[in-house]
T-cell receptor, first 116, second 114 residues
């Protein structure tokens, strides 16, 4: 039962253009979402998060959009840089009543390649 | 380096041996999570611990796997009688408190069972 899905295994983008990574979820109990970047042989690095009470969160070149009705979120990277080339994972969690259950559910990942 | 520390980075075990994976959380973090990544897959939650307590072990296989986070020292993920299917990358993450969403990950331990 894949509750968090990233349907695009890979994405190729030209340097300077926008990268859009997508993620869908099925569990309506999820109320916070995160994006992580991962290089080979390293652990995931936290990028940006969003609570379900918001529909957008921005941090520098990274913006996450959340569409609750469609159970869809996306990560926009503008402008894309070659150093952004990595695997990107979306993750979701449940924070009920202010007490985080801690468990994150991850998508399968999307390999982003940014060409110079 | 104030990040999450994991050791060893690489571990090779023969079938039937025991594997012990260690995780030291970031300074000031008292919540530890273990995840496993099989080849070509995303990370799967295994267990969530606070000091001396297991909070959620719903992702942990019922047999051969155990985890602890003692009052002093690192968190330990222990796999007894390893099998080839246990070969994976095991990641530890930490967070400072409940309700704090972001989890910060260590570099992982790559377990190979021969």
């Amino acid at each position: 039962d894949q509750q968090v899905k990233q349907n695009s295994p890979s994405l190729s983008v030209q340097e300077g253009r926008i990268s859009i990574l997508n993620c869908d979820y099925t569990n309506s109990m999820f109320d916070y979402f995160l994006w992580y970047k991962k290089y080979p042989a390293e652990g995931p690095t936290f990028l940006i998060s969003i609570s379900s009470i918001k529909d957008k969160n921005e941090d520098g070149r990274f913006t996450v959009f959340l569409n609750k009705s469609a159970k869809h979120l996306s990560l926009h990277i503008v402008p894309s840089q070659p150093g952004d080339s990595a695997v990107y994972f979306c993750a979701a969690g449940i924070n009920a009543g202010g007490t985080s259950y801690g468990k994150l559910t991850f998508g399968q990942g999307t390999i982003l390649t940014v060409h110079p | 380096n104030a990040g999450v520390m994991q050791n060893p980075r690489h571990l090779v075990r023969r079938r039937g041996q025991e594997a012990r994976l260690r995780c030291s959380p970031m300074k000031g973090h008292s919540h530890v999570y273990w995840y496993r990544q099989l080849p070509e897959e995303g990370l799967k939650f295994m267990v969530y611990l606070q000091k001396e307590n297991i909070i959620d072990e719903s992702g942990m296989p019922k047999e051969r796997f155990s985890a602890e986070f003692p009052k002093e020292g690192p968190s330990i993920l222990r796999i007894q009688q390893v099998v080839r299917g246990d070969s994976a990358a095991y990641f530890c993450a930490s967070s400072p408190r409940q309700g704090k969403y972001e989890q910060y990950f260590g570099p992982g331990t790559r377990l190979t069972v021969t």
